[in-house]
Nanobody
């Protein structure tokens, strides 16, 4: 069983930056893709970004392209989401997810989820 623990959320002003971390443990040898999703109040959980096992492929939702960067440190079993130029509409709970599938971006494709970390962008 894979366990995912997010950290790094908080309150930041518009235009600011945050870096989220997702530490993975357990049966991670079969995990091929890790991703970040987010969910704002009243909205469905939406895909933000994924990174494949070997970091060969990354993908972003259009609304964060050029502002967010996903990366991973396999030695630490940790995935990061560097978020720059944050906007109020980025406010949401951010979830880390993992799947055996390769290059997945649908909610239903992911087998394991963290508990989420709150990101609030407000002046």
């Amino acid at each position: 069983q894979v366990q995912l623990v997010e950290s790094g959320g908080g309150l930041v002003q518009p235009g600011g930056s945050l870096r989220l971390s997702c530490a993975a443990s357990g049966g991670i040898s079969n995990i091929n893709t890790m991703a970040w999703f987010r969910q704002a109040p009243g909205n469905e959980r939406e895909f933000v970004s994924y990174i494949t096992r070997n970091s060969l492929f990354t993908h972003y939702v259009d609304s964060v392209k050029g502002r967010f960067t996903i990366s991973r440190d396999n030695a630490k079993n940790t995935v990061y989401l560097q978020m720059n130029m944050l906007k109020p509409e980025d406010t949401a709970v951010y979830y880390c997810a993992a799947t055996r599938r390769y290059r997945a971006e649908e909610y239903g494709d992911y087998d394991y989820w963290g508990h989420g970390t709150q990101v609030t962008v407000s002046s």
